[in-house]
């Protein structure tokens, strides 16, 4: 058995070898000299382990047929007359006891050799690997790991893994061995330390080696960095943000009107209300419980103003997203409380098509009010271009077959150009003559985050139809 390259070994050094011979010459001598009854060659084995250690194959080959040799010409310089059985029984023994030495050594040699040559071709890749064993203990470390994380292999080898580089998981780690033991990898995003105190962001990648009983092994572990990735992706989101509060800014500006006339009603109602308190205070017999009531009147009309002046702080105010569980026609609702005046200046009547039950899903309340009134803004807007025909607006809400819910804000306006149908919800694209083009960019972005979809068709007859679906939310019993 021949291999393709000699083990790495230091040119300067010759103690192994002189050692190797020193310890063959001894053997021959005792074997030769002294008259013992057991047998002294398959001592020769050592002489082939010794020599695996700084030569290669074919080497190690000769040093075995040389110590084949050196127990034949023991044998023939040692026997004067007929050979015994017991000497030609040792003589077997120690030619066998080299051969199956030799065999696996050189199966020993060759396969060290091929982990060699692969975890060379491991430090060839730009991607970040090492193996652990299973208990997290660094056992290889390859050299863009000693980049990334700044420890060379040496420093690595040895130390747990999770330790070392301070990993924070995505979820618990016992959580993640288990999907790992149950499908044999696992994939996620994971926060490492590195030697000199950064925090680096990777996309890792587990797999579990296992040996021919399936019993498991070691653990490969891959990593990318990803961490500009993520900047860039956080970076991007905050201007989206930023992006959508101006869009609210702007679209609270044009419900101008709409949302003073929404105001003035509670406080025009409390004004009037405090006037009757007082003529009923100058009367001579004062009546209580009319007084009662009034005051109860004036405390609502008071809360509902307020009501309207926090939402349209919350609508106005530059926030995260907040996802929690909502009703979707709550959420309609409220929008359409601001808008109402809007609807009447404009002549559209609106129409509702809510499900009777609650569809709750699970998103951002803010987010989704901006998209339900920019949808019904561009409707009206629709709605008042078109010459003549029906002035209406509907917007519908279901559940589709599945486990989706349907939103639909449908118009009788001038419809779609099927020119436009491909661009509408492309970035600064705008059929109004003052449009900023946004409008439609931001409603997908923010149904995308939600993990659900936006699309306009045009109507059979007259007008046209913007829907969005959000993934029903159904609350898992702990």
Same mark, same amino acid.
Request: charged residues 20%; aromatic residues 6%; hydrophobic residues 45%.
């Given at each position: ?67 084949? &040799?050196? !127990?034949?010409? =023991? ?9 015994? $059985? @017991?000497?030609?029984? %040792? ?110 962001? &990777?996309? !890792?990648?587990? =797999? ?9 092994? $070691? @653990?490969?572990?891959? %990593? ?110 409220? &929008?359409? !409380? ?141």
């Amino acid at each position: 058995m021949t291999s393709k390259s000699p083990p790495t070994v230091n040119p300067s050094s010759f103690l192994l070898p002189a050692t190797t011979i020193a310890i063959a010459i001894a053997i021959f001598v005792v074997d030769t000299i002294a008259s013992l009854e057991i047998a002294v060659s398959p001592f020769y084995a050592a002489v082939v382990l010794l020599a695996v250690r700084f030569l290669d194959g074919r080497n190690v080959l000769l040093v075995a047929i040389g110590c084949v &040799v050196l !127990s034949l010409l =023991s044998f023939w310089l040692t026997q004067e007359d007929e050979p015994s $059985a @017991i000497a030609l029984a %040792n003589l077997v023994v120690g030619i066998l006891v080299i051969a199956l030495t030799t065999y696996l050594a050189l199966q020993n040699q060759s396969a060290q050799i091929a982990l060699r040559e692969k975890a060379g071709l491991l430090d060839l890749t730009h991607d970040t690997m090492f193996v652990r064993d299973m208990n997290d203990v660094v056992t290889f470390w390859n050299r863009a790991a000693e980049e990334l994380y700044g420890w060379t292999e040496a420093e690595a080898v040895g130390k747990v893994s999770h330790e070392l580089v301070q990993t924070i998981f995505p979820a618990p780690l016992e959580k993640i061995t288990e999907n790992l033991s149950r499908a044999g990898r696992w994939e996620g995003d994971l926060i490492h330390t590195s030697r000199n105190g950064t925090q680096v962001t &990777v996309a !890792s990648r587990w =797999s579990l080696l296992k040996d021919e009983r399936g019993r498991s092994m $070691a @653990i490969l572990e891959t %990593n990318n960095d990803i961490t500009e990735r993520k900047l860039s992706e956080e970076r991007l989101q905050q201007a989206q943000a930023e992006l959508a509060h101006f869009n609210r800014a702007t679209t609270l500006g044009e419900l101008a009107a709409s949302i003073a006339h929404e105001i003035n009603q509670p406080l025009a109602a409390t004004v009037t209300n405090g006037d009757a308190c007082l003529r009923l205070l100058d009367r001579d017999r004062l009546d209580k419980r009319e007084l009662r009531e009034i005051l109860q009147r004036m405390i609502g009309d008071s809360k509902r103003a307020s009501e309207i002046i926090n939402r349209l702080r919350a609508l106005y105010k530059k926030t995260n997203p907040q996802m929690a569980p909502l009703d979707i026609n709550g959420v309609i609702t409220e &929008v359409l !409380s601001l808008m109402r005046h809007d609807l009447m200046s404009k002549g559209v009547s609106l129409r509702l098509e809510m499900a009777r039950s609650p569809l709750s899903i699970l998103g951002d309340r803010i987010q989704l009010q901006q998209v339900l009134m920019n949808l019904a803004l561009n409707g009206m807007d629709a709605v008042a271009s078109a010459e003549d025909g029906p002035r209406e607006l509907l917007i519908r809400s279901k559940q589709n077959g599945g486990n989706d819910v349907i939103i639909a804000v449908q118009d009788s306006g001038i419809g779609i150009d099927p020119n436009n149908e491909e661009k509408l919800f492309n970035p600064f694209f705008t059929t109004k003559p003052h449009g900023t083009g946004m409008g439609l960019s931001i409603c997908r972005s923010i149904i995308e985050l939600h993990g659900g979809r936006i699309w306009a068709t045009r109507n059979a007859k007259c007008g046209a139809t913007f829907q969005f679906s959000l993934p029903l939310y159904q609350q898992t019993s702990s």
